[in-house]
């Protein structure tokens, strides 16, 4: 290993365990000295390590006491209680959306949705889906199963049985990405007109998906750590005639929560009683820094209420455009929409990946991603912490790579979105996670490249330009809404 | 050479001449003698081409005068024109067509509309995405830009331009096979509970698609070599409230035809004074059999009424599930369908496809694909003509690799499926063609796999067998409708 290695590795080390609150603000850490026997590296290496982490605010000198776990500012207050418009809506924003989606990439993907594509652990899926174009037999590069691969089938299964839910290869419905899941499962539970709950802020293209069904989004209070909020959402089933609840109840995106397991049993008895359906997205559940990983709303489903949505695309690679549908009793409504959606999903990535899962690669790279997100989510916390206006709230996620950033309320994320432009930088800007086009004060970070002096720079240029529009824009009465 | 490849290639050779009229019913054929001088090949060889072509019943030997070209009867009749339901109706039999695209394949891959994968042409594109997949950076395998590859959208105007359509690459979405681009067009387009004009028989995933969104068919009387009946169209635009027709006027499936181009034009004249948009499935018009390729009704649209819809999955690989939608004036709606409905299309076969294209490989796969499939047809239409009941009628396809063939009013083709089923064979019953579930006496046969004896043993089976479904149904009137 190298000396770069070695000193990348026990920074990481050292910021993953205050991370992790194995030492916590103003804790003293072990001396260098006894870093240098416990990972067996030199005096220079480890002093070049604290060095890094005090330049970044995670730790600070104090002369003759050696090195304390930074508290200069309380950690960052969680984003408040989100306070939606209260009735349905019509969804808008394509415009915005659109420029985020179609967009060129601006530097370090703050603002998409793209994971962590240059992972060392997913090299063995390059080398098999190449093998498999290579080698495959001709027949498998025609029309496949509807359904999917029976391989990858049954492997989804396993991969949801460690989020408690039992299933059948046959319940499974492979789709081109969790996009298609999702737009399955909404056109076989609604008709144009219907109300749908989700749960607010809520992932701009579900939001897309019921602008262009022409279904009315009902958006629910939602609490930054645990979720929706389930008397509001009580008040909304008695009130309006809500067609489905849509909804990301384990790592949330873009807030980063995972709902507690007792919640997920309410919704699920709420939903029961309302006797409506579930549409659970839970495409980055298998990104929870803790392992075991959260359980499913769909592991306490007894009558098939629940249609879980999730895919390849944050754990593997998103340009496969695999994912997959977990229909419930809707089964063979679902089918039928795959085949007039897409007719089958392409072939040979489904067997590669399969293998992938088959041959233990995709236990070890989530293990890893896990870990790196972790470590990226502490440190990205960090740089908002000290680089952003006072009266900064920021997420606390538990998996997945996305930081939800609340800023005052004088604050306009669209308006920073245009002059970040200047300088080829770009964050998701709130309004787009609103049916109402709410949270215009908030913006979401990605934070799945791995950390870098250049990242860290972008991240305090946001900041700055953020306080310095603050700072123009007071007060706010002469703003317009 | 082998000796084998030499007297296969002979016998293709003459029966293609056959089948192009180069020889007519009648003729004598030049003497085996001469055909060895021309061919380079030894009388053994000619020999037994001829040989084959005689079991095939191609040609006759008459003693002492040589080969002459078959004309034991007379050249099967077109199909009828059809007489569809003229009142718009809801679609159903899904359970069918989920038997024919989710069930097992049955041998010799008679019903499916699968092109012939092994073709020794395709072989750079598997090493083009085996390369890809290998050596592409990182970055390919996110997200790509909505409406697809750059590189390949330029491609696919220039498939389009040599059906005279002038386009850009920006005018070209990518999608996920021509199904989503279909659905895409729909969804635009039309609201449940509207009507859309059908040619009939037509491709049952279109009429899935329809039942899926609600939509009626209007179904139109179509001519088995001149298309959709311009006149019965026209009753029907001023009759019922039409939102758009829906057709393949180029190497119709499953009739096989061309519109002609004049009528073409008459089309989109009649749609223009009707104000409808036309959704047009181009989707076997590159395998045309004569070059250069039939007109798109797009090359004439002045006002961007067509929407243009294909894929590679006939050209080249279905398991690519790469299509495209050429939306005309539609496209900002088309872009945000795209997104809602499975977000970006899979990036790196988009990458390898565009390659094939540039470096020449598609234009020969092509020039070869159109040689195939114009003897196939011919060879397999010569097997029906031998081998299915009197008064059956076939098509006379001009691209593709689908016959039709209608037998006499009593026969069930539903029916023999099942009992083609203990054969381990199967076809594509007629009624999946259709809104109304007509063409129940008619089936459709794919000729995509090079033929050989034991195809053509299944093709007579078929053809006993529905003869003996014939003999014993006789008379009709004992029948359930």
């Given amino acids: 290993m190298t000396r770069e290695k070695r000193y990348e ?13 194995v030492y916590r603000p103003g804790d003293r850490l072990p001396s260098v000295r006894q870093w240098c026997r416990e990972q067996g590296v030199s005096m220079t290496t480890a002093q070049a390590s604290f060095a890094a982490l005090e330049a970044d605010g995670l730790i600070k000198a104090r002369p003759r006491s050696g090195y304390f776990v930074a508290e200069a500012r309380p950690a960052a207050p969680a984003p408040r209680v989100s306070r939606p418009e209260q009735r349905p809506v019509r969804v808008s ?41 290579r080698d495959s037999a001709s027949a498998t590069f025609g029309y496949d199963r509807l359904a999917g691969d029976p391989a ?28 298609e899941a999702l737009a399955i499962a909404l056109r076989i539970l609604c008709q144009p007109g219907d109300v749908i709950a989700v749960d607010s802020p809520a992932f701009y293209g579900a939001m897309q998906m019921l602008e262009a069904r022409g279904l009315q989004a009902l958006e629910i209070p939602t609490d930054a750590q645990r979720g929706i909020s389930l008397e509001a959402l009580e008040l909304a089933l008695e009130r309006w005639p809500v067609k489905a609840i849509l909804i990301t109840p384990t790592c949330n995106n873009p807030l980063g929560y995972s ?6 049993r309410a919704l699920l008895a709420l939903a029961r009683r309302h006797d409506v359906a579930i549409i659970e997205d839970d495409v980055y559940g298998d990104l929870a820094y ?25 754990t593997l690679l998103p340009g496969l455009r695999l994912g997959w549908l977990a229909p419930g009793r809707y089964r063979d409504r679902a089918l039928h929409e795959k085949y007039v959606s897409t007719g089958c999903s392409a072939t040979l990535a489904q067997a590669a990946v399969a293998e992938f899962i088959v041959r233990g690669h995709h236990a070890r790279h989530l293990a890893a991603m896990r870990r790196q997100y972790r470590r990226q989510a502490g440190r990205m916390r960090c740089w908002v912490q000290q680089a952003f206006p006072a009266g900064t709230r920021v997420s606390d996620p538990r998996g997945g790579f996305m930081l939800w950033v609340e800023l005052p309320e004088a604050f306009d994320s669209l308006a920073l979105n245009v002059h970040l432009q200047e300088h080829g930088l770009g964050v998701a800007p709130g309004p787009l996670f609103s049916a109402s086009g709410k949270y215009g004060h908030c913006l979401r970070l990605n934070f799945s490249s791995p950390m870098s002096d250049s990242i860290e720079t972008a991240v305090r240029t946001i900041g700055r330009l953020a306080g310095e529009q603050l700072q123009r824009r007071e007060p706010r009465a002469s703003m317009p809404a």
């Fill in 9 to 21: 590795r026990l920074k990481d080390l050292l910021a993953e365990r205050i991370a992790q609150g």
């Fill in 93 to 133: 924003r394509w415009e915005q959306v659109q420029s985020l989606v179609t967009g060129g990439e601006a530097r370090h993907g703050l603002a998409q949705g793209m994971p962590d594509l240059r992972a060392p652990t997913l090299r063995p899926l390059r080398r098999l889906l190449a093998t498999h174009q």
């Fill in 152 to 179: 990858l089938r049954q492997q989804i299964t396993h991969l949801m049985s460690q989020g408690g839910a039992l299933r059948q290869a046959d319940d499974i419905i492979v789709t081109t990405g969790a996009q």
């Fill in 259 to 264: 709902m507690p397991e007792e919640r997920k």
């Fill in 290 to 314: 803790d392992a075991p990983r959260p359980r499913l709303l769909a592991s306490e489903d007894s009558d098939g209420r629940v249609l879980t949505c999730s895919s390849f695309s944050k």
